[in-house]
């Protein structure tokens, strides 16, 4: 799985790597500068455009002045940008890029730059090299680049966005962001989307093992991580090896939730799926899913299921019930929604959740549970600490969503779109994690599959539906997501 290093340990990287591959920082800087390459003809941008690249005097800058050079090769009119004062000290690298700028690229002060052409712009002013908030002289470069209107490209990160800390000052709204080698923290963080844009991970040729000694405790899940984590199930199997399992959820006028769930935990493989709901109510999940079995005895054995999910729309009156389950199960649950809530106002509940269990709160009930977090690396931190005390499983929902685990790893999910902020879509994911508990896999793996899985298929749905997706939609493409990594 993908580390994510912090910008300081960036520089220790390229030593090691450039030590091993036998290569200069300069050809490191060269291959980086390719890729961007490559990912920039992937996107068909329209050649009649100028490109204006905007460089400063570090290695950040000395990608600029490559890629200004290679699509100048490419047959694209470039103008470069100088962010520092002509007879500055540049890096190495980059005086070496800058002297290798062919004459056919105009090279100017940044304040010559007119932002109302049209064009494509390159932001390669400030990379990881940022180490604190940007000086006063810089914060007329990022208004200029944010004051063009039209696409801007941040090489490795926007300029004045620090990677691994949170951000006060200017930076640049960039449109994408393509950084290499593995994902910067500071993109995968809500509070600066708005900045990055999308992300685009460029490789470079450094392999995961040359870092494998590096510490962190974050990580990019992708869909190489995911076949691996996966049960075979054999020509021989039958609907006992798929697990039994049991969601307590829905309440009257809230039966969806139920619906939505045990719908998904079939679709998710689930041989046996039952569904604790109001007895009043049974009709409606009996019509709408026939697969699903009913049953309305509280007092039952929870033990005699391979896994179960608590919580989708309960209502917050089932705390005693929630008790009972707790104290009764020996195994890792599910829990999400109102048995988070409920957890959230009982503290004293926290200590009954078994083992290795997994929490799905959305970002409300998040708070409710740990309280207010000033930004996300804040709130990261805080649910670290809570996994680790309570030896639980933590899911962050959203974009790039945290997996955060008992031994305080914290892995960002990359699968997803925004066309899964919709009613019902966590329901879905809990009625997913409960199932491949129930197939029998680890709790870890089930919250990798999990999440991984629901994400394709929400993109799937959404790929389809745009914003019309809705939860159903996700459910539906489940199965797709088996046959796209080739799960058995
Ligand atoms: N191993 C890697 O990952 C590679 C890194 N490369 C590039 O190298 C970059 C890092 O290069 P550097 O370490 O030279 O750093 P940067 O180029 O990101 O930043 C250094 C520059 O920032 C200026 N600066 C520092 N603090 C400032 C402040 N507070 N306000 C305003 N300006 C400030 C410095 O004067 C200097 O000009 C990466 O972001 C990436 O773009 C690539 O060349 C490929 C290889
Ligand atoms: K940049």
Same mark, same amino acid.
Request: net charge negative; glycine share 10%.
């Given at each position: 799985?993908?580390?994510?290093?912090?910008?300081?340990?960036?520089?220790?990287?390229?030593?090691?790597?450039?030590?091993?591959?036998?290569?200069?920082?300069?050809?490191?800087?060269?291959?980086?500068?390719?890729?961007?390459?490559?990912?920039?003809? #992937?996107?068909?941008?329209?050649?009649?455009?100028?490109?204006?690249?905007?460089?400063?005097?570090?290695?950040?800058?000395?990608?600029?002045?490559?890629?200004?050079?290679?699509?100048?090769?490419?047959?694209?009119?470039?103008?470069?940008?100088?962010? %520092?004062?002509?007879?500055?000290?540049?890096?190495?690298?980059?005086?070496?890029?800058?002297?290798?700028?062919?004459?056919?690229?105009?090279?100017?002060?940044?304040?010559?730059?007119?932002?109302?052409?049209?064009?494509?712009?390159?932001?390669?002013?400030?990379?990881?090299?940022?180490?604190?908030?940007?000086?006063?002289?810089?914060?007329?470069?990022?208004?200029?680049?944010?004051?063009?209107?039209?696409?801007?490209?941040?090489?490795?990160?926007?300029?004045?966005?620090?990677?691994?800390?949170?951000?006060?000052?200017?930076?640049?709204?960039?449109? %994408?962001?393509?950084?290499?080698?593995?994902?910067?923290?500071?993109?995968?963080?809500?509070?600066?989307?708005?900045?990055?844009?999308?992300?685009?991970?460029?490789?470079?040729?450094?392999?995961?093992?040359?870092?494998?000694?590096?510490?962190?405790?974050?990580?990019?899940?992708?869909?190489?991580?995911?076949?691996?984590?996966?049960?075979?199930?054999?020509?021989?199997?039958?609907?006992?090896?798929?697990?039994?399992?049991?969601?307590?959820?829905?309440?009257?006028?809230?039966?969806?939730?139920?619906?939505?769930?045990?719908?998904?935990?079939?679709?998710?493989?689930?041989?046996?799926?039952?569904?604790?709901?109001?007895?009043?109510?049974?009709?409606?999940?009996?019509?709408?899913?026939?697969?699903?079995?009913?049953?309305?005895?509280?007092?039952?054995?929870?033990?005699?299921?391979?896994?179960?999910?608590?919580?989708?729309?309960?209502?917050?009156?089932?705390?005693?019930?929630?008790?009972?389950?707790?104290?009764?199960?020996?195994?890792?649950?599910?829990?999400?929604?109102?048995?988070?809530?409920?957890?959230?106002?009982?503290?004293?509940?926290?200590?009954?959740?078994?083992?290795?269990?997994?929490?799905?709160?959305?970002?409300?009930?998040?708070?409710?549970?740990?309280?207010?977090?000033?930004?996300?690396?804040?709130?990261?931190?805080?649910?670290?600490?809570?996994?680790?005390?309570?030896?639980?499983?933590?899911?962050?929902?959203?974009?790039?969503?945290?997996?955060?685990?008992?031994?305080?790893?914290?892995?960002?999910?990359?699968?997803?779109?925004?066309?899964?902020?919709?009613?019902?879509?966590?329901?879905?994911?809990?009625?997913?994690?409960?199932?491949?508990?129930?197939?029998?896999?680890?709790?870890?793996?089930?919250?990798?599959?999990?999440?991984?899985?629901?994400?394709?298929?929400?993109?799937?749905?959404?790929?389809?539906?745009?914003? #019309?997706?809705?939860?159903?939609?996700?459910?539906?493409?489940?199965?797709?997501?088996?046959?796209?990594?080739?799960?058995?």
């Amino acid at each position: 799985m993908l580390k994510i290093l912090s910008g300081d340990q960036v520089k220790e990287l390229d030593r090691i790597h450039i030590q091993n591959a036998g290569i200069s920082s300069h050809e490191l800087m060269e291959r980086a500068a390719l890729s961007f390459i490559s990912w920039w003809k #992937s996107m068909e941008f329209p050649k009649n455009l100028p490109v204006f690249v905007f460089c400063g005097a570090g290695n950040n800058g000395g990608d600029g002045f490559a890629i200004a050079r290679l699509l100048f090769k490419e047959g694209w009119e470039v103008q470069v940008f100088r962010c %520092f004062e002509e007879g500055s000290v540049l890096s190495a690298d980059a005086q070496k890029n800058l002297d290798w700028v062919p004459e056919g690229v105009l090279i100017y002060d940044w304040k010559e730059f007119n932002s109302s052409r049209e064009g494509l712009l390159i932001d390669s002013f400030l990379g990881v090299g940022l180490k604190s908030p940007i000086r006063n002289s810089a914060v007329p470069i990022i208004e200029c680049m944010n004051s063009f209107p039209g696409t801007k490209i941040s090489i490795d990160l926007p300029s004045g966005l620090l990677a691994d800390s949170p951000t006060f000052g200017p930076r640049v709204k960039a449109d %994408f962001t393509v950084t290499f080698a593995f994902p910067k923290l500071a993109l995968l963080f809500p509070e600066n989307s708005s900045f990055s844009g999308k992300m685009v991970l460029a490789d470079i040729g450094i392999s995961e093992s040359e870092y494998a000694s590096f510490p962190t405790s974050y990580f990019f899940l992708q869909e190489k991580d995911i076949l691996s984590r996966h049960r075979v199930f054999g020509q021989f199997a039958h609907k006992g090896d798929f697990g039994k399992v049991a969601l307590v959820a829905g309440s009257k006028g809230k039966m969806g939730a139920a619906i939505l769930c045990s719908k998904a935990a079939l679709r998710t493989g689930s041989g046996l799926v039952t569904a604790f709901v109001p007895e009043d109510e049974r009709g409606i999940i009996q019509s709408a899913v026939p697969e699903v079995m009913c049953e309305f005895d509280e007092n039952t054995d929870w033990n005699k299921f391979d896994a179960l999910g608590v919580g989708p729309a309960i209502g917050l009156d089932k705390k005693d019930l929630l008790q009972d389950i707790l104290k009764a199960c020996s195994k890792p649950i599910v829990l999400d929604a109102d048995a988070i809530t409920l957890i959230a106002s009982n503290q004293d509940l926290i200590s009954l959740i078994p083992k290795n269990s997994i929490l799905t709160p959305h970002l409300g009930e998040l708070e409710r549970l740990i309280g207010k977090s000033t930004d996300h690396l804040d709130r990261l931190m805080k649910v670290k600490e809570f996994c680790m005390k309570w030896q639980l499983n933590l899911l962050i929902k959203g974009a790039y969503s945290v997996l955060s685990l008992v031994d305080g790893r914290q892995l960002f999910n990359s699968s997803g779109t925004q066309y899964m902020a919709t009613a019902g879509a966590g329901d879905v994911l809990t009625g997913m994690l409960t199932s491949f508990l129930g197939q029998g896999y680890a709790p870890e793996n089930a919250l990798i599959c999990g999440v991984y899985h629901h994400g394709k298929a929400g993109e799937l749905a959404g790929q389809q539906n745009r914003r #019309s997706t809705i939860a159903s939609d996700i459910s539906e493409n489940i199965g797709k997501t088996y046959t796209l990594l080739n799960v058995l």
